[in-house]
């Protein structure tokens, strides 16, 4: 007696395995998330003012 080989898989370990990858998937954007917020990005240390009455006298 031969044993049949089933190759498609069960429909619930298809659904099992999609939603660990993508638990895994949300868990690597979250903690990339919280990586960059730590990184400190420089910013500009001189406010501008920038003066535009002339602009909105010729409009």
Sequence with gaps: MQLKYN???SLGSSIIKTLIKLFFV???FIISIF???KINFPS???NFNID???EIKKL
Excluded: A, D, G
Aim: proline share 13%; net charge positive; charged share 25%.
């Design 52 to 54: 535009i009455t002339n």
């Design 7 to 9: 190759r498609q898989p």
């Design 44 to 46: 500009p240390k001189k």
């Design 35 to 37: 990586l960059i917020e």
């Design 26 to 28: 949300i868990l690597v």
